[in-house]
């Protein structure tokens, strides 16, 4: 039974920083593409960052540089290192598996944790 568990959302301040965490089990974790997702209520979700089996990363427009997504196959960890936030990242962010497409991650993504909120005020 595949399952994500996120952790570490919060409220944070303009220019600040957060790291997100995401508990994996019941797959292969180093053979699946990972990604973060995030959704703000009334919009649709969109793609943040993700990280294919081999550790390439490939993020949105939006990230800029601020965001660094990390896998720990010890651990079955995916982690979302968050600097510099703004106001518009506020979201629940969501890690999500493609199980099937750990090079390409083309998709679909077909397990998703429950969320956690990110908060980042003026």
């Known amino acids: 039974q595949v399952q994500l568990v996120e952790s570490g959302g919060g409220s944070v301040q303009a220019g600040g920083s957060l790291r997100l965490s995401c508990a994996a089990s019941?797959?292969?974790?180093?053979?699946?593409?990972m990604a973060w997702f995030r959704q703000v209520p009334g919009k649709e979700r969109e793609r943040v960052i993700l990280?294919?089996?081999?550790?390439?990363?490939d993020d949105a427009e939006f990230v800029q540089g601020r965001f660094t997504i990390s896998k720990d196959n010890a651990k079955n960890t995916l982690s979302l290192q968050m600097n510099s936030l703004k106001p518009e990242d506020t979201a629940i962010y969501y890690c999500?598996?493609?199980?099937?497409?750990?090079?390409?991650?083309?998709?679909?993504?077909?397990?998703w944790g429950q969320g956690t909120q990110v908060t980042v005020s003026s």
């Open positions: 019941g797959y292969t974790f180093d053979s699946a593409c």
């Open positions: 999500a598996t493609d199980l099937w497409n750990g090079v390409t991650c083309a998709g679909p993504f077909t397990y």
């Open positions: 990280v294919n089996k081999y550790g390439s990363t």
